[in-house]
């Protein structure tokens, strides 16, 4: 069975974001590329909520155009495009690049998507994931902890009065002083029984 991986970038206080969607702190270099598109090219599906996804699809689908491109953003850019991709949103009619508009996070069509053939899923957006938190429907975290404290910004977790306990599957530490934190929850954490 597919796996739904939280795959997000932090600041060393929590944040995902700085204040007016500000990004300027994330340390990613060419390794971290790297690593990224390793990671994500043999994903089934990106999941993501609107925001994400308008913030992917502004750049993303020409960004291997662009002379000053990397050739780690070629090569994402390219896998980002032919990725199938799950955008979750009330407000969006329509999207292009591969994506499919889904209105509600439902167990049941997520539990059918996990049970296709096909890599893992990857899933990113903070408002996203604290749905997929809240019916247990996330397998893995990979948390990427950027050496910087930002003060203020949006938070990757949302309040919550449900706590989830995570057993650390691993971690590894890049040469931009990036820590990759893999977690899985503990099978006992009262995930949503549906699953």
């Known amino acids: 069975m597919r796996k739904v991986i939280l795959m997000m970038q932090v600041s060393l206080d929590g944040f995902m974001e700085g204040p007016d969607r500000d990004l300027s702190w994330h340390r990613v270099d060419d390794e ?56 979750y949103s009330r407000t969006l009619a329509e999207a292009g690049w591969n994506t499919e508009v889904v209105r509600d996070v439902v167990v049941e069509d997520v539990v059918k998507l996990k049970g296709q053939h096909g890599g893992d899923l990857a899933l990113g957006g903070a408002n996203l994931s604290a749905a997929f938190r809240r019916l247990g429907l996330i397998d893995e975290y990979r948390i990427y902890v950027h050496p910087v404290v930002i003060g203020q910004g949006k938070p990757l977790f949302q309040t919550t009065e449900a706590m989830t306990p995570l057993r650390l599957l691993g971690s590894r530490t890049f040469g931009n002083g990036v820590v990759l934190l893999r977690y899985a929850p503990e099978p006992d954490n009262g995930r949503a029984e549906s699953r």
């Open 32 to 87: 971290l590329h790297s690593h990224f598109n390793e990671e994500l090219r043999n994903m089934g599906a990106f999941l993501d909520g609107r925001v994400t996804y308008e913030l992917m699809a502004g750049y993303w689908p020409t960004a291997d155009q662009d002379p000053s491109s990397t050739a780690p953003e070629i090569e994402f850019a390219r896998i980002w495009r032919d990725m199938p991709k799950i955008v």
